[in-house]
């Protein structure tokens, strides 16, 4: 019997019982659908944590110093030596100072805006721009220069969009606007755009700081960023001898660890979900075996006219074959939806930028899947038509 042949009887077969056909396919069509809802939702919450773990520097070094006593610490100088010492892993270095002080733009007081101490090599680092005006310089941080680089929330509200040149006071200090930094994120209160960056010296000066704890330091290359991370740390325990007196931190290190997190759970629920699909293989396996005793006369006649078993094995195998992709390709149909509707959720009740979005492989899976389990779980009935005795077959009721 030619394929054609084989292919139109069973669509005919399927469209002949149609409700019980599609009640067949359920199985495959949720356990599809579920399994690309969640490779879907893997992918999306990979790309997002990968989209904030660039926002934050992925290629940066974070290096928090809590020395060994009083009598051991780290300079400023200390540090930049260490990255000069490494030109192969490492590129740019930042010591920042967080201050906790009130900062007064004329009669008003802000209590949300971020004060940090930086090096001029700080909005390299952050990726930031300046749109008006200049960033940071050397001589700022040599001199201990009172300047400052505002972002473009504190432009808008405290200077109506005219900060560059104005001035404000700082704990008391007055400072002088010498840069805007372009909108980060929509100029909202406490975002990165509610900052302020002062020279690092300054800060240090201002805060009564002994010496600087943390740092920021860019790598030259993602890939190497662990070998980066090793010479800030050898570096570091020849000056402490303690391992617990520092800790340097690897956006890259943390954004493989937690998304090799993510897909063992992705990977998890995915493998939970693809039970249903050994459910629909049963149905399927179930269905073809009442269609073998409905069919059995149709089968002694095939067989009394010359039907070989490999004719009506192959004819049933195909039969179950197309019901389990027809019940593959709907179920992609139904990911597909459900993913758009997960993604509308996501991002508007649960106010995350996510998008569920199946990968073309995972796609390509989950239709091979389904083809094979039609095979798989068809492959018994049709072994049994094609064993049958045609005689008995003739007289069956």
């Not at 599609?22 to 944590?49: K, Q, R, S």
């Amino acid at each position: 019997m030619k394929l054609w042949e084989s292919l139109k009887m069973a669509f005919s077969n399927i469209w002949s019982s149609k409700m019980r056909s599609f009640l067949t396919m359920l199985g495959i069509i949720i356990g599809i659908a579920a399994v690309m809802v969640i490779v879907g939702l893997g992918n999306g919450m990979e790309n997002y944590m990968t989209e904030s773990f660039e926002s934050l520097g992925i290629n940066t070094l974070t290096v928090s110093i809590r020395g060994r006593g009083s009598s051991r610490t780290v300079t400023a100088d200390q540090m930049y030596q260490i990255v000069a010492d490494n030109p192969e892993y490492l590129d740019l270095i930042s010591p920042t100072v967080s201050m906790n002080t009130s900062v007064k733009f004329g009669s008003e007081t802000s209590t949300t805006t971020s004060v940090t101490g930086v090096s001029e090599d700080y909005l390299k680092i952050k990726d930031y721009s300046v749109t008006t005006g200049r960033g940071l310089e050397y001589v700022d941080i040599y001199n201990r220069k009172k300047v400052c680089v505002i972002g473009s929330y504190v432009n808008e509200t405290y200077f109506s969009g005219n900060g560059v040149g104005q001035t404000f006071k700082l704990g008391g200090n007055q400072f002088t606007v010498v840069g805007v930094l372009q909108e980060k994120a929509d100029s909202e209160e406490s975002s990165t755009d509610d900052a302020i960056y002062i020279p690092y010296t300054t800060a240090s000066r201002l805060s009564y700081t002994g010496f600087m704890s943390s740092y920021t330091i860019t790598v030259k290359d993602v890939d190497t960023a662990d070998k980066g991370k090793t010479a800030v740390e050898d570096a570091l325990y020849k000056i402490f001898a303690d391992e617990d007196a520092y800790t340097v931190t690897s956006m890259a290190e943390m954004l493989d660890t937690m998304t090799k997190m993510v897909n063992v759970v992705i990977t998890i629920l995915a493998a939970i979900a693809a039970i249903s699909l050994v459910v629909g293989g049963i149905g399927i396996m179930n269905i073809m075996l009442v269609s073998v005793s409905e069919r059995t006369r149709e089968i002694g006649i095939r067989k009394a006219l010359g039907a070989k078993e490999r004719w009506i094995k192959s004819q049933f195998v195909i039969e179950a074959a197309v019901t389990s992709m027809l019940g593959g390709i709907l179920g992609i149909a139904v990911g597909y939806g459900l993913s758009s509707i997960a993604t509308i959720i996501a991002t508007n009740m649960l106010s995350v930028d996510i998008t569920v979005a199946p990968s073309a492989n995972s796609v390509l899976m989950a239709f091979g899947i389904s083809a094979g389990i039609g095979v798989l779980f068809g492959y018994l009935p049709a072994k049994k038509a094609a064993q049958l005795n045609p005689i008995d077959a003739l007289r069956y009721e």
